[in-house]
């Protein structure tokens, strides 16, 4: 995709971000104020600016800047290993330095085992200024990190400021637009700045016009097309117009599309370097994918969205002209071979669970195998446990088989 406009424009320096003044000077009194208050906690809407704020401060006070993203370390280890070195180790540069932990909802899930715990206590510790971002800060598994830092809102952005954005991206790409385009563009935003530009990034790919019309294409859903139709545009096609419509009427939920192109996509692509770059997309989409599950953001869908079509598409470098035949991927077919060979199993372990106080998973793992050699050398045995479990036959068929 060329340079992307998300980092082309990110502001340089904090004049260049607008509607968030106050914000703006809370975070630069913080980092000035060093060591007052250790943490500070930015938290709003995504696309806000709360990210570009922190990387342009410490580019304003000539500080080097460690950004690291939550949700790449959310247990206790991998917080005391990247964030705990970096907040004590001394810049190589020799100077200053501003540590940021980006998107900090994404330590807060099941998979969380102290992560929180972890970098409250860091936050104490550390030798250098950290600037924690949220979009929800205030669950209650939050509660002792909002105590541990300076809370710094940053305003859901207005309407009219993701115009002047936008106008202004248009202006320096040479993009015609018309007024009611670009401003229906702004108002889907409902505030991310930052979905917005890569909106307009898509729209205008082809021919640098926006339209009013143009907006239909992220949201036409009038042609019904089956999943191997929208996997074969988004592979054979390089228009950006047809790729990003591609999955607009699947019916089929992302986990599948995510597999069905994962299966297909080796098949079509034969260069190494456009596989490559098609994978990185994808890999970036289940990224955001599993940041919707997390957190309930569903804005991200622009972004899985966009990956999944646009950033697959123009990953190869021209268009494949040989025939492909796309086919369901082998791991579901494998997911479903599996669930069919363990049904009846699965149905014994429950019935034992039930009658030895144990979970299903133990039952099925540990007691119907050790079971199936006794039912099949004891007669006795036999006889109890199909009357006391009910038995059917086909379950009681399975028991007599080879023990697994």
């Given at each position: 995709?060329?340079?992307?406009?998300?980092?082309?424009?990110?502001?340089?320096?904090?004049?260049?971000?607008?509607?968030?003044?106050?914000?703006?000077?809370?975070?630069?009194?913080?980092v000035n104020n060093f060591p007052r208050k250790k943490a500070c906690l930015?938290?709003?809407?995504?696309?806000?600016?709360?990210?570009?704020?922190?990387?342009?401060?410490?580019?304003?006070?000539?500080?080097?800047?460690?950004?690291?993203?939550?949700?790449?370390?959310?247990?206790?280890?991998?917080?005391?290993?990247?964030?705990?070195?970096?907040?004590?180790?001394?810049?190589?540069?020799?100077?200053?330095?501003?540590?940021?932990?980006?998107?900090?909802?994404?330590?807060?899930?099941?998979?969380?085992?102290?992560?929180?715990?972890?970098?409250?206590?860091?936050?104490?510790?550390?030798?250098?200024?950290?600037?924690?971002?949220?979009?929800?800060?205030?669950?209650?598994?939050?509660?002792?990190?909002?105590?541990?830092?300076?809370?710094?809102?940053?305003?859901?952005?207005?309407?009219?400021?993701?115009?002047?954005?936008?106008?202004?991206?248009?202006?320096?790409?040479?993009?015609?637009?018309?007024?009611?385009?670009?401003?229906?563009?702004?108002?889907?935003?409902?505030?991310?700045?930052?979905?917005?530009?890569?909106?307009?990034?898509?729209?205008?790919?082809?021919?640098?016009?926006?339209?009013?019309?143009?907006?239909?294409?992220?949201?036409?859903?009038?042609?019904?097309?089956?999943?191997?139709?929208?996997?074969?545009?988004?592979?054979?096609?390089?228009?950006?117009?047809?790729?990003?419509?591609?999955?607009?009427?699947?019916?089929?939920?992302?986990?599948?599309?995510?597999?069905?192109?994962?299966?297909?996509?080796?098949?079509?692509?034969?260069?190494?370097?456009?596989?490559?770059?098609?994978?990185?997309?994808?890999?970036?989409?289940?990224?955001?994918?599993?940041?919707?599950?997390?957190?309930?953001?569903?804005?991200?869908?622009?972004?899985?969205?966009?990956?999944?079509?646009?950033?697959?598409?123009?990953?190869?470098?021209?268009?494949?002209?040989?025939?492909?035949?796309?086919?369901?991927?082998?791991?579901?077919?494998?997911?479903?071979?599996?669930?069919?060979?363990?049904?009846?199993?699965?149905?014994?372990?429950?019935?034992?669970?039930?009658?030895?106080?144990?979970?299903?998973?133990?039952?099925?793992?540990?007691?119907?195998?050790?079971?199936?050699?006794?039912?099949?050398?004891?007669?006795?045995?036999?006889?109890?446990?199909?009357?006391?479990?009910?038995?059917?036959?086909?379950?009681?068929?399975?028991?007599?088989?080879?023990?697994?």
């Amino acid at each position: 995709m060329g340079e992307f406009w998300t980092r082309k424009y990110a502001p340089k320096s904090t004049a260049q971000i607008i509607g968030q003044d106050s914000g703006i000077n809370l975070l630069k009194n913080f980092v000035n104020n060093f060591p007052r208050k250790k943490a500070c906690l930015l938290y709003g809407p995504p696309g806000c600016g709360k990210t570009s704020s922190a990387i342009a401060i410490a580019t304003e006070l000539g500080l080097e800047l460690v950004e690291l993203n939550a949700s790449d370390f959310r247990n206790a280890a991998g917080i005391n290993s990247i964030v705990g070195a970096a907040s004590k180790q001394m810049s190589l540069l020799f100077k200053g330095k501003i540590i940021l932990v980006d998107e900090i909802d994404g330590i807060a899930g099941r998979q969380d085992r102290g992560g929180v715990q972890a970098l409250i206590k860091l936050l104490s510790e550390s030798a250098f200024p950290i600037i924690v971002t949220a979009n929800d800060p205030f669950a209650s598994k939050f509660s002792k990190l909002r105590k541990s830092c300076q809370m710094i809102q940053f305003e859901e952005l207005k309407y009219d400021t993701v115009v002047k954005v936008l106008r202004e991206i248009c202006t320096k790409e040479g993009i015609t637009f018309d007024k009611e385009g670009l401003e229906g563009l702004a108002r889907r935003a409902d505030g991310d700045v930052r979905g917005a530009i890569i909106d307009l990034f898509i729209l205008t790919r082809i021919d640098n016009k926006l339209s009013k019309d143009e907006l239909e294409i992220l949201s036409d859903r009038r042609h019904v097309v089956g999943l191997i139709d929208g996997i074969t545009r988004i592979l054979k096609t390089k228009e950006v117009a047809i790729a990003l419509s591609a999955l607009n009427n699947v019916s089929e939920n992302i986990d599948e599309v995510l597999l069905w192109i994962d299966e297909n996509m080796p098949k079509e692509y034969k260069k190494a370097e456009d596989l490559a770059r098609a994978y990185e997309a994808l890999s970036k989409a289940a990224v955001f994918k599993g940041r919707i599950r997390r957190r309930q953001h569903w804005r991200f869908l622009v972004y899985v969205n966009a990956l999944l079509t646009v950033g697959i598409s123009l990953a190869k470098d021209e268009k494949y002209n040989h025939v492909v035949k796309y086919d369901k991927p082998s791991r579901i077919l494998k997911i479903w071979i599996y669930n069919r060979k363990n049904l009846i199993r699965k149905g014994i372990a429950e019935k034992l669970a039930s009658v030895t106080h144990s979970s299903k998973k133990y039952a099925f793992k540990e007691t119907v195998p050790y079971i199936q050699v006794i039912y099949r050398n004891n007669e006795k045995f036999r006889q109890e446990l199909n009357e006391s479990l009910e038995l059917d036959d086909k379950e009681i068929e399975w028991l007599k088989g080879s023990p697994e």
